[in-house]
Structure formats: C-alpha cells, structure tokens
T-cell receptor, first 112, second 114 residues
C-alpha cells in the first residue's frame, strides 16, 4: 500500500524556470493538500482540493498553481521559480478535514 | 479564526525523563485536534487525535495527550523518553464549518540526551 507518493524527491531549479510536482494517493481520499515547510514556520498551506476538479487557495498561494484532474492526483506547478520558493514541499490527503491526513515523503526544492 | 500555538520551538530532555510538549489552540466550536511526528527527512505521521470522545487520548509509541477545554490546551506527554523519540512534533487543529483544512503549529523539535 503506497499511500501518498510525491515525485520528484529532490530538484534544483534556476530562477525563472518552471516545474510541476506530482502527488498521487491510492486511498480514494477526497481531500488533498500542498504544504511548504520552512525552518521556524511550520507547515503552511499553499492550495488544497476537496474533490476532483476543485481547488482552493490556502495561506500562501502566490506563485503556485494546482490542478486536480483526477481524484488520485494533485499537481503543484511553479510557473516562474524564485529563490523564495526554496523549501520542502509536502503533499497530504485525507478523507475529509476532520480525519487524519496522510503525508508524502516530501520534495526538497532549491531555486538558485 | 483558528490558530495553534506550540510553546517552545526546542525541547531537550534526558533519556528516561518525562516529555511534555505544549499546544494551545483557538477555536470557536469544539475542535478536532491532532499531534503529528516528523522524523528527519520524512513526512509527517499521526501520533494521536482527539475527536470529542475521551479527553485523554492515547497514541502510538507511548504518547498521550489530554484535551482541556477550559485551558484550550492539548499537551502531548510521554512518561519516559527514548532516544528514538527525537523528532519534530506538530500540533494541528480543524473544526467543522470552517476552512476545510488543518491548521498546524510551528512545531517543536525534541532532543533526547543520553
């Protein structure tokens, strides 16, 4: 049982480049989330989705876009990467927002 | 608005000593409360959760937390620390009717001294 899988695990981008992070879950969860984790700031919600075809902004959405074309996948895109987007990104999924969230292993992104 | 405060970004305890990690929350309705643990270079995993049943919640690895409504607290404890408990711990809250999301604290890094 894979749970939540994030691809890639590491990435280095140059300023201005674009990339897409993929999150896949096999638990048939409706809710999916993208967080970024920075030292001393905990986890901050970027975007989330409450079902296939839906997305919503979280606390820090600027510079990111997301799509949920299939229930099991949640994509996070950076159109023009900036050094401030250097962070560890976590995807999570849950049955709803009142139940346990399951997290992926994270993607460490460095923007130079 | 919901918020979570974790007092102490770093906590050090000796092996075998009591672990106490503090979490206070703000919520206008009965909350759902969670503690997660993050080991180095890994994602978060659930330790325990409070969902309006018993106020004392037991989790994995000997951890437990007590929901105190009057103090708006949900502190995490373990009677005797092990070296393997060294990790980052996050408190999170959600509540019905708002936001469709979890709100996380900033985390507490636990160091266990041999």
């Amino acid at each position: 049982n894979a749970g939540v899988t994030q691809t890639p695990k590491f990435r280095v981008l140059k300023t201005g480049q674009s990339m897409t992070l993929l999150c896949a879950q096999d638990m048939n969860h409706e809710y999916m989330y993208w967080y970024r984790q920075d030292p001393g700031m905990g986890l901050r919600l970027i975007h989330y989705s409450v079902g296939e075809g839906t997305t919503a902004k979280g606390e820090v959405p600027d510079g990111y876009n997301v799509s949920r074309l299939k229930k099991q996948n949640f994509l996070l895109g950076l159109e023009s990467a900036a050094p401030s987007q250097t962070s560890v990104y976590f995807c999570a999924s849950s049955y709803n927002f009142l139940t346990e969230a399951f997290f992926g292993q994270g993607t460490r992104l460095t923007v130079v | 608005a919901q918020s979570v405060t974790q007092l102490g970004s770093h906590v050090s305890v000796s092996e075998g000593a009591l672990v106490l990690l503090r979490c206070n929350y703000s919520s206008s309705v009965p909350p759902y409360l969670f503690w997660y643990v993050q080991y180095p270079n890994q994602g978060l995993q659930l330790l325990l959760k409070y969902t309006s049943a018993a106020t004392l919640v037991k989790g994995i690895n000997g951890f437990e937390a007590e929901f105190k409504k009057s103090e708006t607290s949900f502190h995490l404890t373990k009677p005797s620390a092990h070296m393997s408990d060294a990790a980052e711990y996050f408190c999170a809250v959600s509540e019905s009717g708002t936001g469709n999301q979890f709100y996380f604290g900033t985390g507490t890094s636990l160091t266990v001294i041999p």
